[in-house]
């Protein structure tokens, strides 16, 4: 077990320089709590039976919530490892917020559990938090000058911009949206349906 939270402090100095590993610290514990509470939840538990109708409709936004997830982290990964983009440290913590959204949200599918949509709304709204403020720096000038220090890659500066104001903090704001807004239907029915 030590093993394993050294290889996370050493992951966190080289991902989160300027003194930001406690808050990564932080935040990988949360998400790795979240991930062992979904995971030991058996199949029948905290379940209530739901009439197809409404089992139906949870189902397709969990699916819709997991190819955002999905189509995100690819993504993601796709502008860092194969176009060689660096994420900046705003970019960072971003991730920290989608990624594990991914293996949640696929195995409440799989256990067909929805009680995680509290949890999926959690890290979207503030994910979306931070995505929103990223892409304010970026395309306010009054923002992006007086924003603090970003580390190595400033965080004002854009790898794309299509149509003048799709960046990939936006991108990231509309994945966090789409999961949040379908978590919070997927509360909102289970609340219903009780």
């Known amino acids: 077990m030590n093993l394993l939270f050294y290889s996370m402090y050493i992951k966190l100095k080289v991902v989160m320089p300027n003194g930001c590993t406690f808050l990564g610290y932080v935040l990988i514990y949360l998400q790795i709590d979240i ?14 039976a739901l009439a ?19 189509i995100s982290t690819l993504g993601s990964l796709y502008f860092s490892e194969v176009l060689k983009y660096v994420p900046c440290e705003l970019c960072w913590y971003q991730r920290i917020f989608m990624y594990p959204q991914v293996i949640i949200i696929a195995i409440a ?3 067909k559990d929805y009680s995680n949509s509290l949890y999926t709304f959690v890290l979207s709204v503030i994910g979306g938090l931070i995505a929103f403020y990223h892409y304010l720096v970026q395309k306010v000038t009054f923002i992006g000058e007086n ?9 004002n500066s854009a790898y794309i ?9 936006f991108l990231a704001l509309i994945g966090f949206t789409i999961i949040g807004v379908c978590s919070f239907l997927m509360m909102k029915q289970l609340k219903e349906g009780k």
């Open 147 to 155: 924003s603090i220090s970003c580390g190595i890659v400033p965080c």
């Open 161 to 169: 911009n299509w149509l003048g104001f799709i960046t990939i903090p």
């Open 109 to 111: 599918a799989a256990k």
């Open 52 to 70: 197809k109708p409404i089992e139906k409709k949870l189902e397709t936004y969990q699916f819709i919530a997991f190819a955002a997830a999905l």
């Open 35 to 48: 991930f062992f509470n979904i995971f030991s939840l058996k199949r029948g538990d905290k379940r209530m």
